[in-house]
Protein backbone atom coordinates (compact mmCIF):
# COMPACT_ATOMS: atom_id res chain seq x y z
CA UNK A 1 0.00 0.00 0.00
CA UNK A 2 1.28 3.51 -0.67
CA UNK A 3 1.10 6.34 0.87
CA UNK A 4 -0.98 9.20 -0.45
CA UNK A 5 0.86 12.26 -1.07
CA UNK A 6 -1.22 15.79 -1.57
CA UNK A 7 1.04 16.68 -4.32
CA UNK A 8 4.37 15.99 -6.48
CA UNK A 9 6.01 19.59 -5.82
CA UNK A 10 8.88 19.45 -4.20
CA UNK A 11 8.29 21.81 -1.46
CA UNK A 12 5.18 19.74 -0.48
CA UNK A 13 7.26 16.34 -0.23
CA UNK A 14 10.21 17.92 1.81
CA UNK A 15 7.78 19.15 4.33
CA UNK A 16 5.67 15.65 4.46
CA UNK A 17 8.91 14.53 5.70
CA UNK A 18 10.80 17.09 7.69
CA UNK A 19 7.92 19.71 8.20
CA UNK A 20 6.29 18.43 11.45
CA UNK A 21 7.21 19.93 14.75
CA UNK A 22 9.88 17.99 15.43
CA UNK A 23 11.72 16.72 12.90
CA UNK A 24 13.88 19.90 12.11
CA UNK A 25 15.12 19.84 15.60
CA UNK A 26 16.38 16.56 16.46
CA UNK A 27 18.31 16.73 12.90
CA UNK A 28 19.48 20.37 13.93
CA UNK A 29 20.35 18.60 17.79
CA UNK A 30 22.42 15.94 15.79
CA UNK A 31 24.56 18.66 14.05
CA UNK A 32 24.91 21.50 16.07
CA UNK A 33 24.52 19.81 19.61
CA UNK A 34 26.12 16.26 18.41
CA UNK A 35 23.54 14.58 20.24
CA UNK A 36 23.74 11.19 18.87
CA UNK A 37 21.64 8.58 21.73
CA UNK A 38 18.41 8.39 22.19
CA UNK A 39 18.41 9.85 26.12
CA UNK A 40 21.03 12.83 24.79
CA UNK A 41 18.11 14.20 22.19
CA UNK A 42 15.42 13.89 24.85
CA UNK A 43 16.87 15.51 27.70
CA UNK A 44 19.05 17.92 25.99
CA UNK A 45 16.58 19.37 24.20
CA UNK A 46 15.73 23.13 24.73
CA UNK A 47 12.40 22.11 23.32
CA UNK A 48 10.82 19.46 25.56
CA UNK A 49 10.42 16.76 23.53
CA UNK A 50 8.41 13.79 24.88
CA UNK A 51 9.75 10.29 24.58
CA UNK A 52 7.19 8.94 22.58
CA UNK A 53 7.36 12.03 19.86
CA UNK A 54 11.06 11.52 19.69
CA UNK A 55 10.53 7.74 19.24
CA UNK A 56 8.21 8.03 16.50
CA UNK A 57 10.02 11.21 14.35
CA UNK A 58 13.02 9.00 14.63
CA UNK A 59 11.31 6.01 12.82
CA UNK A 60 10.03 8.78 10.68
CA UNK A 61 13.65 10.06 10.14
CA UNK A 62 15.26 6.70 10.09
CA UNK A 63 12.45 5.48 7.27
CA UNK A 64 13.24 8.41 5.54
CA UNK A 65 17.25 7.92 5.55
CA UNK A 66 17.85 10.79 7.09
CA UNK A 67 19.53 9.34 9.55
CA UNK A 68 20.60 6.04 10.71
CA UNK A 69 21.04 3.97 13.43
CA UNK A 70 23.82 1.15 14.40
CA UNK A 71 24.87 -0.66 17.85
CA UNK A 72 27.00 1.26 20.40
CA UNK A 73 30.42 -0.16 20.24
CA UNK A 74 30.49 1.44 23.97
CA UNK A 75 27.82 0.26 25.18
CA UNK A 76 25.42 -3.28 24.77
CA UNK A 77 22.33 -1.46 24.99
CA UNK A 78 22.68 1.83 23.50
CA UNK A 79 21.90 2.41 19.78
CA UNK A 80 24.19 5.42 17.76
CA UNK A 81 21.63 7.62 15.85
CA UNK A 82 24.12 9.50 12.98
CA UNK A 83 23.04 11.63 10.15
CA UNK A 84 22.79 10.31 6.42
CA UNK A 85 24.23 12.06 3.47
CA UNK A 86 20.72 13.26 2.97
CA UNK A 87 20.27 14.94 6.62
CA UNK A 88 23.66 16.15 6.19
CA UNK A 89 22.42 18.04 3.46
CA UNK A 90 20.04 19.47 5.27
CA UNK A 91 22.83 22.01 6.63
CA UNK A 92 22.16 24.82 4.37
CA UNK A 93 17.98 24.64 5.10
CA UNK A 94 18.40 24.70 8.81
CA UNK A 95 21.20 27.90 8.18
CA UNK A 96 18.94 29.88 5.84
CA UNK A 97 16.09 29.23 8.37
CA UNK A 98 17.93 30.36 11.04
CA UNK A 99 19.24 33.24 9.66
CA UNK A 100 15.69 34.36 8.53
CA UNK A 101 14.68 33.89 12.38
CA UNK A 102 17.82 35.63 13.56
CA UNK A 103 16.94 38.57 10.98
CA UNK A 104 13.22 38.82 11.46
CA UNK A 105 11.69 37.18 14.62
CA UNK A 106 13.00 38.06 18.65
CA UNK A 107 15.46 35.42 18.96
CA UNK A 108 17.61 34.80 22.55
CA UNK A 109 21.42 36.05 22.11
CA UNK A 110 22.71 32.57 22.92
CA UNK A 111 20.48 30.81 20.71
CA UNK A 112 20.36 33.49 17.92
CA UNK A 113 24.76 33.27 17.77
CA UNK A 114 24.90 30.59 16.13
CA UNK A 115 22.51 31.82 12.95
CA UNK A 116 24.42 34.72 12.98
CA UNK A 117 27.30 33.15 12.22
CA UNK A 118 26.89 31.03 10.02
CA UNK A 119 24.79 33.63 7.75
CA UNK A 120 27.78 35.54 7.82
CA UNK A 121 29.79 32.44 6.91
CA UNK A 122 27.00 31.64 4.10
CA UNK A 123 27.89 28.63 1.93
CA UNK A 124 31.74 28.28 1.99
CA UNK A 125 31.48 27.39 5.84
CA UNK A 126 28.24 25.63 5.24
CA UNK A 127 30.31 23.24 2.95
CA UNK A 128 33.17 23.22 5.65
CA UNK A 129 30.66 22.36 8.47
CA UNK A 130 29.26 19.33 5.90
CA UNK A 131 32.58 18.21 5.73
CA UNK A 132 32.81 18.18 9.68
CA UNK A 133 29.49 16.18 9.79
CA UNK A 134 30.41 13.24 6.68
CA UNK A 135 33.71 12.91 9.49
CA UNK A 136 31.68 12.66 12.51
CA UNK A 137 28.36 10.75 11.14
CA UNK A 138 29.75 8.93 8.18
CA UNK A 139 33.59 8.15 8.95
CA UNK A 140 34.37 10.11 5.55
CA UNK A 141 37.33 11.96 5.02
CA UNK A 142 37.04 15.43 4.53
CA UNK A 143 37.05 16.59 0.87
CA UNK A 144 38.48 20.19 1.48
CA UNK A 145 41.46 20.75 3.32
CA UNK A 146 41.35 21.48 6.97
CA UNK A 147 42.30 24.48 7.86
CA UNK A 148 44.94 25.45 10.70
CA UNK A 149 42.23 26.42 13.93
CA UNK A 150 38.95 25.28 15.39
CA UNK A 151 36.39 23.95 13.10
CA UNK A 152 32.97 25.21 11.96
CA UNK A 153 31.78 23.16 14.72
CA UNK A 154 33.91 24.40 17.25
CA UNK A 155 33.77 27.87 16.81
CA UNK A 156 29.82 28.03 16.86
CA UNK A 157 29.81 25.80 20.29
CA UNK A 158 32.37 28.26 21.50
CA UNK A 159 30.54 31.06 20.60
CA UNK A 160 27.23 29.79 22.28
CA UNK A 161 29.34 29.21 25.11
CA UNK A 162 30.90 32.58 25.12
CA UNK A 163 28.01 34.09 25.02
CA UNK A 164 26.02 31.85 27.96
CA UNK A 165 29.34 32.79 30.56
CA UNK A 166 28.80 36.38 29.61
CA UNK A 167 25.32 36.11 30.38
CA UNK A 168 25.54 33.87 33.63
CA UNK A 169 27.95 36.95 34.93
CA UNK A 170 25.94 39.23 34.06
CA UNK A 171 23.36 37.55 36.36
Known amino acids: MTEQK ?34 ELLTKSEEGISSNILADRLKTLLDQGIVTWADDPSHKQKGIYSLSEQGIELLPVL ?43 LGMRRRRKRKAGPDVGERLQAAYEKVVARKAKQG
Not at 27 to 33: N, Q, T
Not at 104 to 127: F, Q
Open 6 to 39: RSGCPINLTLEVVGDKWSLLIVRDMMFGNRRHFR
Open 95 to 137: AQMAGWGFKYLDVTEELGIRAKLLSEGGPKMWAEFMDELRETH
